[in-house]
């Protein structure tokens, strides 16, 4: 079956530090994937986009990373900071679908602490 | 920059009564609008697809008579949730794509909560 699995333990860190979120996926062909980030009771807002043929991505303090052998992608956050303390979805958009549908993991959520 | 906005962020309707949520692009045009619903602590669902002009396409296992989706305009698109129950209570999020920039810019609304009581 088709799975898209973020850890849904929440992920503690101390401030400072480099936060790695974790996206794994089972019998899908992505085109590319997405990282969005989520505040309660907000809707996602997009942070980065990587393409199958890509390896990594960076912006500002954020680096993803892409292995299609692996079928996981790696969300980083360097220097974090208790206000990056949030829910972070990662999507994959298949190359059937018009590349318009977005797949979902749960997310997971990230506390940084001061 | 894009902005999706939707309304209203929080509605409490009563059972078997009807609830609409509008969603909105702000400063570009929508061809192709995207409804999720989302329940707590579980990821967004897509349950259709609005195109203007057209009827929409839905997901499987989502019932077309019960959530009807209209997107009358480039504008604006919205989701009538008919003869509401509780179980319906629940987050639904739009998004539109900008067909101005890359095909990978979708925008998200902020969200509506909906409680049937």
């Known amino acids: 079956s088709q799975k898209i699995e973020q850890n849904s333990e929440a992920l503690n860190i101390q401030e400072g530090k480099t936060a790695t979120l974790t996206c794994n996926y089972t019998?899908?062909?992505?085109?590319?994937l997405q990282w969005y980030r989520q505040d309660p009771g907000r809707g996602p807002v997009f942070l980065l986009l990587i393409r199958e043929n890509e390896k990594e991505k960076r912006k500002e303090r954020l680096k993803v990373t892409f292995d299609t052998t692996l079928k996981q992608s790696l969300f980083h956050i360097t220097a974090s900071q208790p206000a990056d303390s949030a829910t972070y979805l990662c999507?994959?958009?298949?190359?059937?679908?018009?590349?318009?549908?977005?797949?979902f993991g749960a997310g997971t959520r990230l506390a940084v602490h001061p | 920059g894009a902005v999706v906005s939707q309304h209203p962020s929080r509605v409490i309707c009563k059972s078997g009564t009807s609830v609409k949520i509008e969603c909105r692009s702000l400063d570009f045009q929508a061809t192709t609008m995207f409804w999720y619903r989302q329940f707590p602590k579980q990821s967004l669902m897509l349950m259709a697809t609005s195109n203007e002009g057209s009827k929409a396409t839905y997901e499987q296992g989502v019932e077309k008579d019960k959530f009807l989706i209209n997107h009358a305009s480039l504008t604006l698109s919205t989701l009538t949730v008919t003869s509401a129950h509780p179980e319906d209570s629940s987050f639904y999020i739009c998004s539109a794509r900008d067909p101005g920039t890359a095909a990978d810019t979708i925008y998200f609304g902020e969200g509506s909560w909906l409680t049937v009581v």
């Open positions: 019998n899908y062909s992505p085109a590319y």
């Open positions: 999507a994959l958009v298949p190359f059937s679908g018009g590349y318009n549908k977005l797949i």
